[in-house]
């Protein structure tokens, strides 16, 4: 318990140095590769919003998605490459290669499914070398550049607005 206050403190820290630094972005390309950060620690539809997504036009070989988790429990298979605040050393690096593949993919859209603001998932957020980030409104506002203002819970009224906006931009 005392280790992870240091890591979230550590994490802000070196978050508040970044964010001041932050480059802006913006996606060129039409949206095809898409990756999905989603946070199962308070939403555990992620297999119903990957198909709200497909259904959208995207093709499912071109969905990446990474899973992260409060508490992992050690012997739970899951679907999908799942990851805790352990997965984090005391130098700001991710000690799992799925993580660091997945911040080193070049997505057309990441997809940051999560409301709640947590240390963790915002450096993640910020070391992505995604194009396109889109998350919800009551994250901070310099780390995405669609904001969308929903409840977590409605992931059809999400990728509705998600991709409603990307019509608009001309994206897909």
Do not use: C, W
Not at 55 to 81: A, F, Q, T
Request: charged letters at 30%; aromatic letters at 12%.
């Amino acid at each position: 318990m005392f280790l992870n206050s240091i890591k979230s403190f550590l994490l802000k820290k070196s978050l508040k140095k970044q964010l001041v630094n932050l480059k802006d972005e913006s996606l060129r390309t039409s949206v095809i590769k898409v990756g999905l950060f989603v946070d199962e620690s308070n939403f555990l539809e992620t297999a119903a919003l990957k198909q709200e997504i497909i259904s959208k036009g995207i093709v499912d070989s071109n969905i990446k998605i990474l899973v992260y988790r409060d508490n992992l429990i050690s012997k739970e298979v899951y679907s999908e490459p799942t990851f805790g605040l352990k997965d984090l050393n005391l130098k700001n690096e991710f000690t799992q290669q799925a993580i660091n593949e997945f911040i080193s993919d070049d997505f057309d859209l990441l997809i940051n499914y999560y409301a709640e603001e947590k240390p963790f998932l915002l450096f993640f957020t910020n070391k992505s070398k995604a194009k396109f980030k889109v998350g919800f409104s009551t994250v901070d506002k310099r780390l995405n550049h669609l904001l969308i203002n929903i409840a977590a819970e409605d992931y059809k009224g999400f990728t509705n607005e998600l991709f409603r906006y990307l019509k608009i931009l001309n994206k897909i």
